[in-house]
Structures are given as structure tokens and as C-alpha cells.
């Protein structure tokens, strides 16, 4: 889908990183198709060696030869970057912006032309292609857009396309979501610790545990509620572990 069309990403850093890394491994884009920019110049260096990249610090000329321009910076400093290029953007080009909490709405009034514009919120386990994106779509994006940017993305993990009024929660929940899980995992470990296990030990099977827990989720289709049902048999430890986590107020804290 990406065969002989030019990207560039605007922001290589660890999501930019991430999708270079994802797109090549995929044979989805030639690296000769795909320029970078970054702040500074041992950062491209560092990409070049990484992945023979090309890079540049110029946003205005990497997005001249562009068809495809993924927005991968930070929230505040998106209009600084849009400023940049809005005079050589054209509407035969497809910009996607993984710029948290940015609409689509504020990327098109800061831009003179009508580009097609999609809002994509990943998150960090983009890095090991385990990731979650919220995709959703501007005023001038086609379904043919949505479905570059999901192959796109699809490259480091799975996609869901959203009407963008529910990017903000995408963004809660999934992107900011592995950080919650993650003190989850730790809190488990420690459990593990405290009854005597190992710490590296207690660690690996808190991971793996989550991780196994997700795919039985995504893989059976079922009910969160019914696969926790099939693991708590009567009077067992795990009623009683459920009981002390609904007690602690676990489910209410989440929600």
C-alpha cells in the first residue's frame, strides 16, 4: 500500500523510531521512500547508522518531497512545527498527527489548504510492535486515508478507528494505560516477593501473567467478567484475592 509513495516523519523519536522500525521490518516502505527530521543532527546520525534513513533538519524540506507526513511531536510544539511547513503543504498530501490531545480541527485551521489531516493516538508498545493506535479522521480525510494510516500503524500493533470525540479517552485509556498497568505488574511482583518468591522470578510471572490475561481477552472474544468467572472456583484462594481487590476500591480507582 505504501509501494512507491514518499513518507517522511517529522519527530523521530521514540514513536517515530518505533514506526521506522516497523514499516521497514514489514517491507512496507523502501528506506530510499522515507525521510526523517529531528532537533539535532546526532540524532539522525544515530538513525541513519540505525536504519539508512534519510534525514534532515528541515521540516519545510523533508515534507516537499513528501506524499505521506507523519506529526510525531510533542503537543506544544505542533503549531511551531505547522508554521514551518504550511506553505509547501499540498491537499494531495496526507499529513497524520500522533500529537496528544491535538485535534484535528486545530491542524486544519492552521493550514490554508484542505488537507486531508488524521488524528492517530499509538502507544509505547508501538516500540516492540505491540502497540495500540486510535485512528480517527479529519474533515478532509477519505476512507482511503483511514486506511493508510491503519496500515501504517498496523505495523507496530493492532488499530481501532474512532470518531475523533472519543480520541481524549483513547488517550486515557490506552495510551496512558501501560503505565497503569505497569505499577500493576509491580504491585504483583512484590506480592510475589513478599511471599517469598525471587524478585526476578515474581516479576517474570507477574508479566507474563498480564500479557497472557490480554491475549484471552483479544483471542476469545469473551467477556473480561466470564474469563475471570472461569479462573475463580468456589472457595479458592482466587475469591479471596478478588474479594481484598474489591475491598481496597482496585475497580473503583480504575474507573
Known sequence: MLREKKLAILGAGKIGEALIRGLLDGAAIEVADLTVTAGHQQRL????????????????????SA????????????????????????????LISVAASV?????????AAPIPVIRAMPNTPCQIKKGMTGIAAGKHASPEHIELAKFIFNSVGRTIVADEKHMDAI?????????FI????ESLAEAGVKVGLPRDMATELAAQ??????AMVIETAEHPAKLKDMVTTPAGCT?????????????VTLI
Not at 45 to 64: H, P, Q, W, Y
Open 67 to 94: 506524499e505521506i507526513i507523519i506529526l510525531s511531536v510533542k503537543p506544544q510544539t505542533v503549531q511551531v512545527v505547522i508554521s514551518e511547513i504550511a506553505e509547501v503543504l499540498k491537499p494531495t498530501q496526507l
Open 182 to 185: 505497569y505499577i500493576v505488574i
Open 171 to 179: 488517550t486515557g485509556l490506552s495510551a496512558s494505560g501501560p503505565a
Open 209 to 214: 501473567t498480564v500479557l497472557g490475561a490480554g
Open 103 to 111: 485535534s484535528t480541527a486545530f491542524i486544519e485551521n492552521h493550514i
Open 239 to 251: 475469591i479471596d484475592g478478588i474479594l481484598e481487590l474489591e475491598e481496597g476500591g482496585l475497580r
Open 45 to 64: 546520525d544515530l538513525l541513519k547508522g540505525r536504519f539508512g534513513v534519510k534525514g534532515t533538519l528541515s521540516n519545510k524540506a523533508a515534507v516537499e
